[in-house]
């Protein structure tokens, strides 16, 4: 009996963007799994889960669907594609069908993201400007990655990719991991995301859950060996 190893799709959340994968990239590649890091827009939950939908089709063969943060809601949605045999939450949001990000943070009590976001517009072809939300570049050490290097948040400070604040109002068309297996690694210390909206989200999954203790947002950058062995174990047990 052959058996195909599950390609691996890492999907990243708003205010960042692939190379947050990095480490987890090298860790993954060193046991030999095939990984793609793709862009995501961050224009909208229906539109960004359609383009990753499309990345795991072209794939000739299974894929595990890997989300941080907002990537969380797309793989939610994208994971329904036929060759998606896994979904792994990481400091995420794990949407019901029918529910949206505002609803789902709704019920718990508010992170320190919120306070800390800044709107801008953006242009759009053909119709009125959009707005878009960035974490302030002061807060952002503490908000999101308060476990990585004051260096390396510096950089990432300046660099975040904004996300469309209407993907906070639209629902998910589809929740995937009703019919496909989940993982989940719970940021015990993430103060963009509360952790209870993580777990809520896992638990209602019925995700495999591990928690990290003291880990921030950012903790694919501050863990990426912990990160990638829960990956690995979604590899193993879909491969």
Do not use: C
Not at 17 to 26: I, L, M, P, R
Not at 94 to 122: K, M
Not at 134 to 161: G, H, K, Y
């Amino acid at each position: 009996m052959t058996t195909t190893t599950p390609t691996v799709v890492l999907v990243h959340g708003a205010f960042a963007d692939a190379a947050s994968w990095s480490g987890v990239v090298a860790e993954l590649q060193r046991d030999g799994i095939p990984v793609v890091a793709p862009p995501n827009p961050l224009r909208g939950l229906a539109a960004d889960a359609a383009h990753i939908a499309s990345v795991a089709a072209r794939i000739d063969g299974p894929v595990v669907l890997v989300g941080h943060s907002y990537g969380g809601a797309l793989i939610t949605v994208a994971g329904t594609a036929d060759n998606v045999v896994g979904l792994v939450y990481v400091a995420a949001y794990v949407l019901e069908e029918g529910e949206s990000l505002g609803e789902l943070q709704g019920r718990f009590p508010l992170s320190p993201l919120v306070e800390n976001l800044e709107r801008w517009t953006y242009p759009v072809p053909g119709g009125p400007d959009a707005v878009e939300v960035t974490i302030a570049v002061d807060a952002f050490p503490s908000v999101f990655a308060a476990d990585v290097d004051p260096e390396i948040t510096r950089v990432l400070a300046v660099a975040q990719r904004p996300l469309a604040a209407a993907a906070f109002e639209e629902t998910a068309s589809a929740a995937a991991w009703r019919t496909k297996p989940s993982w989940a690694l719970i940021a015990g210390a993430d103060r963009a995301i509360n952790p209870e909206v993580e777990r809520f989200g896992a638990k209602r999954a019925g995700a495999t859950v591990v928690e990290l203790e003291g880990a921030s947002h950012a903790v694919a950058v501050s863990r990426p060996e912990a990160v990638a062995a829960l990956i690995r174990d979604a590899v193993r047990a879909t491969g």
